[in-house]
């Protein structure tokens, strides 16, 4: 039997495709090169898979997406965040919103925003096979004739969705395999490098705050001593420098190997300098007879203070009622500009996304059809479209996936 459609894939991108095509008509087959669909999706959101970003309109969800978010104004018009809660809700997936307007599902499993889409895929007669990994993709003029199989089976289809993702996490199975078929079938591939990385940083003293997780903290990104960027939000320090949705976010300003990067935490983004004087100075009051060193529980998490102290260099034992002003100065200097050299961001190994990907002036908006291979259509992080956290990427995967599987599906051979 020749299928109507292969989706090379099993992510959330060609999930979404294949059970689309299905559900039209087309036989699908959904082919994935690990025993099982879906890796990634189960690690997204820490376990928890944040779906989207509860951002209705849609020309504020394009701002998100940076300078080729216009791309998506037609997929996002097709199959908007607000279609995308009611696909998953009408299949039995309540959802909620979180902080940030982060949508996830209120069990907190990503398994069941899986287990959705495959059921999705299964009630819509899409064959799926597992541990098949595509090697080749021929093709004849401008059309895809066959794909071959590492094991060298050759199958065949009328249309072709290719939905690989991108190189990050490359355990998961998005190793970039497909940019050498896709320069191969002549389109052009913008240059993919990692992004939303944590980032590394010089200071020793990370280590003792290894774990220690932030909310509400302002973090700053300084280029040359210029301030490029800063975020608002939940950060976490790691062994050899800090991550969490802020830093991630903050990752992409990163890019020049010739520049000095900083960071500059601001541990108490809600007071000013002034306040924050008269805040510790009733603390000290509060602690009259004890020493500094045992003074700062209220305004520090635990672990952070034995950092503190090592880098105000104030006399721990001395008694808080005897800190001058210019050492409280220096306190406050820390809290509000806490600083860490960045030595680089980490690679793809542990980057959330890839950047770059398929040139999308080469892909249809509208459908998501290759303007260079007829029969050819792309979804997902294999374009070189992407967006911050906060659930903007899996809802490219959702409405690029939407319209290439309903585009297929209604135009049948
Ligand atoms: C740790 C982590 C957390 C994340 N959390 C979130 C989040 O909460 N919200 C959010 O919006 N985004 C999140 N993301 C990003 C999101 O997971 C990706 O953008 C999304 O998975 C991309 O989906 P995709 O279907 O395009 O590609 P993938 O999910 O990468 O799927 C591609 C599939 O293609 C298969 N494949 C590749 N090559 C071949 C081949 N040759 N033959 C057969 N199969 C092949 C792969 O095995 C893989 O299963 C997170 C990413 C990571 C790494």
Known sequence: MKYDLIVIGAGPAGLMTAGRAGELGARVLLLEKNPSPGLKLLITGKGRCNISNNTFESREMIKQYGQNGAFLFSALHQFSVAETVDFFESRGLKTKVERGNRIFPVSDKSQDVLATL?????????????????????????????????????????????????????????????????????????????????????????????????????????????????????????????????ILNLSNHIANRNSSYELQVDWKPALDREILDKRIQNDFRKFNNKQFK???????????????????????????????????????????????????????????????????????????????????????????????????????????GYVAGSNIGQNIE
């Not at 993709?137 to 071959?148: D, F, P, Y």
């Not at 320069?183 to 990385?197: C, D, K, M, Q, Y």
């Not at 509208?366 to 294999?382: F, P, R």
């Open 294 to 400: 045992n003074s700062l529980d209220e305004l520090l998490p635990k672990s952070a203070i034995p950092v503190f102290l090592e880098l105000l260099k104030v006399d721990i034992n001395k008694q808080v009622n005897l800190v001058t002003r210019e050492e409280r100065n220096r306190l406050i200097d820390l809290l509000k500009e806490f600083k860490l050299k960045v030595s680089w961001v980490h690679g793809f190994e542990k980057a959330i996304i890839t950047r770059g990907g398929v040139n999308v002036k080469e892909v249809d908006p509208k459908t998501m059809q290759s303007k260079i291979i007829d029969n050819l259509y792309l979804a997902g992080e294999v374009l070189d479209v992407d967006g911050p956290t906060g659930g903007y990427n899996l809802q490219i995967c959702w409405s690029s």
């Open 118 to 246: 495959l059921k999705y895929c299964q009630d819509n007669n899409v064959e799926i096979r597992t541990n098949v990994s595509v090697k080749e993709i021929k093709k004849e003029s401008n059309k895809i004739s066959s794909i071959v199989l590492h094991g060298d089976t050759e199958l065949s289809a009328y249309k072709y969705c290719i939905a690989t993702g991108g190189k990050s996490y490359p355990a998961t199975g998005s190793s970039g395999d497909a940019y050498i078929w896709l320069e191969g079938l002549g389109h052009s591939i913008v240059r993919p490098r990692p992004a939303l990385t944590p980032i590394n940083c010089q200071e020793s003293f990370l280590e003792k705050l290894e774990g220690l997780s932030l909310k509400n903290i302002e973090i700053s990104l300084w280029e040359n001593d210029k301030k490029q960027a800063s975020e608002f939000g939940e950060a976490i320090f790691t062994a050899s420098g800090m991550s969490g949705p802020v």
